[in-house]
Each structure stands twice: as C-alpha cells, then as structure tokens.
C-alpha cells in the first residue's frame, strides 16, 4: 500500500484507540461528581464508597489516555507535515490550548483528588473532582474544535497556500463545532453509565448476597438515573448533528446514505435501511428503503430535497468504499443509540415495579446480562460514529481547502509508515491487555466497604 494510504491506516489507528480513553475518563469523572456531591449533601456513605472505587478506574482511564495520545501530536508532523504547514496557523494553537489549558487543570486537580483526602476540606476536595471533570471535558472541546474546523472551516483566508486565520470567533465557533462537542460529551458520559452499570450487572450476577452485592446494586441504580436522561437526549443531539452535516456537508450526507440521485421537486427521497452500490458507482444495486424517510431525517419535511452523490464530481466525493463504510457505520450508531434507550426504559419499567429491591434484583437474570452485554455498545458506537466523521469528509483533510493527498508528508515510504503502524499497534495492545487485567483485578476485589470516612 502507499504511504497516503497506510499513513491513513496509522492515523485511523491510534485515534480509534485513544478516543476510548477519555471517553471513559469524562463519564466516569461525572459520576465520580455526583457521588461527592450527594456524599456532601446526604452524608450518606454509600456515596463515598461508590466514589473512592470508582477514582481507581478513572485514574488508569486517565494513565492510558496520556500515554496513548502522544503518537498522535507526533504524527501530525511525521505523517501528515504539509497539512501541518498549511494549516499549523490554527491547529497548532488549538491543540496546544488542549495541552496547557485543559491537560494541565486536569492534572493539577487529579492530584488533590488522589492525595488530599485527609489534606484539604472537603469542598475543596469535591471542587477538585469537579475540575478534573471540567479539565477532561475542555480537553474534549478544543479537540472538536480542531476537528469541526477541519470539516466546516470558517474564519480564515488562503494566503501563498497557507490557511490563515482571520477571525478566531468564527473559526472556533464554526457551525459544527458546538453541535458536535455536545454530541461527544453524550457519547462520553452514555458510554461510561452503561459500562459502569455493565460491570455491576455483571457482580450481580456471580457474588453472593451480602455488602458487596448490595453496593453493586446501587451502582446500578445510580448509573440507571443518570441514564435515563441522558441516552434519550443524545439520540435528540444525534438529529442535530445530522442536520448541520445535511446543511454543510452534502456530498457526507450522500455517501452516509448511498443517495445517488437527488430526489425530484415534490418526491420524498427514500431512506434506505440496507443497500449496496452496484458495479458502476453510480447507484444502488440493491436497497430495501422507505419512503420519503430521508427527506424527513433531514430536512423535517416530506418532500426535501436530498442531494444524491451524482451531483458531484467523483474526486471530490467519497469512493464506494468509503461510503460503504460510513453507510453502514452510521446505521450501527443509531442501532446502538435505540438499543440503550430501550435498555434504559425497560430498566425504568423494573424500577417503577420495585424489581430493582436488594431482594428481587438478582432475579432479573436476563435484564442483568442484557446490561452486561451493553457494556461495550457505548464505545462502539462511538468508534463508528467517528468512522462516519472522519471516513465521510474524504478525500478532504480540510473540506474543500486542502486534499487528504497533498497533506501526507512528502518522502514517506510504506516500508517506515508500515512499520511505526505494527510497533504503535503492539504497544496498544499492553496497554489495553494492562487495563483489562488491572480492571478485572480492582472490579473482583470489591470495594472497600471497612476503612473509616475521612
């Protein structure tokens, strides 16, 4: 393969790897935040229990998350060096306000919150927890700023081949990038609930009756009354999101839903819920669709106008591979979007029923494995959904500025790109094996249920 394409590879990699990490570390820091919070409130213990657990997981979410996220500063100059040049003006300071601002008020504060138990009051303990919460969550919305810029950039002029930014305003807060941030956060904290929840189930269903069950029980329930919000709203956030792709970025949307033809005035375009392309690239060679279902996903109307694929030049569009991928990707968002959701309104029906007691809960086996089971939906949908992002707005780095292919660094080789993919990979895959047994090793040793308060 070429050096664009397995430099793309690399890329596709690390960022799919990272991106676990401080999903993790910003839902599991909210709910380490309402803990504090209601411990504070209602001196109940319970709640001091869940949060110092809890603090044991975010704090390896956090460990993994730096660790994995250093190759890709080094790839944007490695792999990716013309793209830096051309547009270092603005990426280079956004990403480097997500290293001084967000990483390091994360970092300061995480110190008071693993060390200063006994050391400062407890506001200033819970004011900590908050801004470790604050901190993860920056970090979150300057890299979406990068990221929207890249697909919707506004602000700036093109001077001797160079982006240059000409209103930072317009730039950061681009059409996309709120929308999106929004999206991300729901993803962040909807992937961890059900993680969380997830392993609680999962003690559920093989400790015996005693303490330790019992405080799993209430994890659960915590994380279910969070989540009850928040999944519903995400799936409402998920709409926006598509509107604004619909609006700025039509050749994606296409592709997102293999529309080759935009649909006549006073026609509905079909939605197709399964298709393939055929031989030609220039249509479906099978779909099972509904009617005027995509005119109504995005435009709210019966009969919208739908700009197909054939609208545009093949060159600047995605190939039919790539709309394959975000086709299908997108679907498998919303599949496990629909899923949580229903898994959260069935919980509720439990709950409302009173089957969620210390002495019934064990009973519902099957609601138990289904929450096991959603353990890694969250991620994946998240995973896709950034497969769609990403995969969509090709063959463009920046949409309609600079292509994916004059970006790549020039000189490359498949043989150096190749190789730093096997070796970055394999370092991966410690850290993910380190995480999983330190996990399993902290989940199965319970939670410390004896030690005084402080």
């Not at 099978?286 to 609208?311: C, K, R, W, Y």
């Not at 043989?415 to 996990?439: C, H, K, Q, R």
Request: with cysteine; hydrophobic share 50%; aromatic share 14%.
């Amino acid at each position: 393969m070429s050096p664009l394409i397995l430099s793309r590879i690399q890329f596709g990699d690390t960022a799919a790897f990272h991106i676990l990490w401080p999903v993790m570390s910003i839902g599991i820091a909210l709910y380490m935040v309402v803990m504090e919070s209601m411990w504070l409130y209602t001196k109940e213990e319970s709640y001091y229990r869940q949060l110092r657990f809890w603090t044991k997981i975010f704090v390896l979410t956090f460990a993994i998350g730096t660790a994995s996220g250093l190759p890709l500063s080094l790839e944007f100059g490695t792999n990716w060096s013309q793209f830096a040049q051309a547009a270092g003006d603005f990426m280079g300071n956004i990403l480097g306000f997500e290293t001084t601002i967000a990483f390091a008020l994360e970092s300061a504060f995480l110190a008071i919150l693993i060390f200063g138990w006994k050391r400062v009051h407890p506001l200033m303990h819970l004011f900590s927890t908050f801004m470790v919460f604050i901190g993860a969550s920056i970090s979150a919305f300057w890299i979406m700023v990068a990221n929207s810029w890249m697909q919707v950039p506004e602000g700036i002029t093109v001077q001797n081949g160079l982006i240059v930014v000409t209103n930072y305003s317009q730039a950061i807060f681009n059409p996309d990038s709120v929308v999106s941030f929004m999206h991300m956060m729901g993803a962040c904290v909807e992937s961890s609930l059900f993680l969380i929840g997830g392993i609680a189930a999962w003690q559920l269903l093989t400790t015996e009756a005693g303490p330790v069950r019992d405080f799993f029980r209430q994890t659960l329930v915590y994380c279910l009354a969070i989540a009850l919000f928040v999944a519903p709203l995400q799936v409402v956030i998920g709409d926006m999101s598509g509107l604004v792709v619909a609006q700025y970025q039509p050749e994606k949307l296409a592709a997102l839903e293999l529309q080759w033809d935009t649909n006549a005035p006073g026609e509905g375009a079909a939605w197709d819920v399964v298709a393939w392309p055929n031989s030609t690239n220039n249509g479906n060679a099978f779909a099972v669709s509904i009617p005027n279902g995509l005119s109504l996903l995005t435009t709210h109307s019966m009969e919208g106008t739908v700009q197909g694929l054939n609208d545009f030049q093949a060159s600047d569009r995605p190939s039919e591979m790539e709309a394959v991928i975000t086709f299908y990707g997108f679907r498998l968002m919303m599949v496990i979007g629909f899923l949580l959701v229903a898994l959260a309104l069935w919980s509720i029906v439990l709950w409302w029923k009173g089957g969620l007691s210390s002495e019934r809960i064990a009973r519902h086996r099957a609601w138990l494995r289904c929450w096991v089971a959603s353990i890694p939906l969250g991620f994946i949908a998240t995973e896709a959904g950034w497969m769609v992002r990403e995969i969509g707005r090709q063959p463009w780095t920046v949409y309609h500025l600079m292509r994916t292919a004059d970006s790549v660094s020039i000189g490359l080789t498949s043989y150096e790109v190749g190789t730093t993919t096997l070796v970055v990979t394999a370092a991966y895959l410690v850290f993910a094996g380190v995480f999983i047994y330190l996990s399993y090793r902290i989940v199965r040793s319970g939670p410390d249920l004896v030690s005084p308060l402080p």
